[in-house]
């Protein structure tokens, strides 16, 4: 599903929320991705940082956007400098200045050039001058006047202008999220086209989300493919996901390295599903390994099935336990056949029953077959498929 981008600001108005998210499956048939408000919450709950951006990005595009703030919370806790600017963001929506200054403080320290350019204007207009002007620098340096658009912002010292006005593209990029959000969706893709064509990457990129939400995949790939070229590691991964549905796993092997190679860590268990299905099943491996370490439940999942399938089923149980405790039923059944064949029986009913009460259709067979087996044909029969 299409990724969260970070949030912008422009010159006299609060940042500006922005609402596209991608997020591919784990695998075919995979039971675990919850697509629902409720289920992303249940993830959230368990610590599934990447659900915590699609449910962020739920609550921001159905106009709640106070209730986001736990999930920007739980992602700035893990580092994510986004997640924290974002946090910022909501505070600062709110009129809450004070309450902002600390999570741009921490993405800016993060290295977020966004950030420093806000957390600097904010201490200017609280008085600390010297402090905001430092901020804004530093944030310019770093990237950050084309994204904020602060104009003529001043340097007490010698009168120098410190920031400038940003890119063309940027205003038009402004434009198209605040014709999105009102719902003007016709003049939200105007809006990014001319953004993308004066060469503003994000904009090409979330033009790629509205054309292929509309189902006009071409166009939107299209966009993608400019926008991945331009180095935008989203919009790789997105281009990767399509090529992928489509067949072409050779071309989309090159793009989720180059988003892995960029810093998209779930783009590593993409990558690892295109390798193992052409047999590859060692650098697969690798790959779901990366993914797992960095968190994202479902390359948890598939490391703990590749383990599995080699025999290191020791290796693999707590694997498969972190990614079935984080919902995802296909790894709670394999996790429930690692404990089977262990002859912790109690432990792999647990398993199975929880995914089979949730309609997972393999976890039900399992458990039909172990209640069979001990001879409780009552209770077997319901699950019976």
């Not at 001058?129 to 990237?143: L, P, S």
Request: hydrophobic fraction near 40%; proline fraction near 2%.
């Amino acid at each position: 599903m299409p990724r969260a981008r970070p949030l912008k600001c422009g010159p006299g108005r609060g940042p500006l929320l922005v609402l596209s998210v991608w997020n591919g499956q784990m695998s075919a048939g995979s039971g675990g991705s919850a697509d629902d408000e409720e289920g992303l919450r249940r993830l959230v709950d368990r610590g599934d940082l990447d659900a915590a951006r699609q449910l962020a990005v739920l609550l921001v595009g159905s106009d709640r956007a106070a209730e986001a703030a736990r999930c920007f919370e739980l992602l700035a806790e893990s580092g994510d400098v986004e997640g924290a600017y974002n946090r910022g963001v909501i505070d600062l929506h709110a009129g809450r200045e004070r309450d902002a200054e600390p999570w741009f403080r921490r993405a800016a320290e993060g290295g977020h050039a966004k950030s420093a350019v806000v957390l600097g204007s904010l201490l200017q207009g609280s008085g600390r001058t010297e402090e905001g002007t430092q901020w804004i620098e530093r944030g310019v340096r770093a990237g950050g006047a084309a994204d904020a658009e602060f104009v003529g912002t001043m340097d007490a010292a010698d009168g120098s202008e410190v920031v400038r006005s940003g890119a063309g593209g940027q205003a038009a990029f402004e434009e198209g999220h605040r014709s999105l959000a009102a719902g003007a969706v016709v003049e939200a893709e105007r809006w990014f086209q001319r953004a993308g064509e004066a060469g503003h990457v994000d904009a090409m990129s979330d033009l790629g989300v509205l054309l292929v939400r509309a189902g006009r995949t071409d166009d939107g790939t299209a966009w993608w493919r400019r926008a991945a070229e331009a180095g935008s590691a989203d919009a790789a991964y997105n281009l990767g996901t399509v090529l992928m549905r489509t067949g072409r796993l050779v071309e989309a092997e090159d793009w989720f390295r180059r988003a892995a190679d960029g810093g998209y860590n779930e783009a590593h268990n993409q990558l690892g599903i295109v390798l193992r299905e052409s047999g590859r099943t060692a650098e697969a491996e690798q790959h779901f390994r990366r993914g797992a370490e960095a968190g994202d439940p479902r390359a948890q999942a598939n490391l703990g099935m590749v383990l599995a399938e080699g025999g290191r089923l020791a290796e693999a149980e707590p694997w498969l336990r972190r990614a079935a405790d984080a919902g995802i039923d296909d790894a709670a059944l394999v996790l429930g056949l690692v404990l089977y064949q262990a002859g912790r029986l109690a432990e792999a009913e647990d398993r199975w029953r929880r995914s089979a009460e949730r309609g997972h259709p393999g976890a039900a067979h399992n458990l039909h077959v172990l209640l069979t087996e001990q001879g409780r044909h009552g209770e077997a029969a319901r699950w019976s498929t």
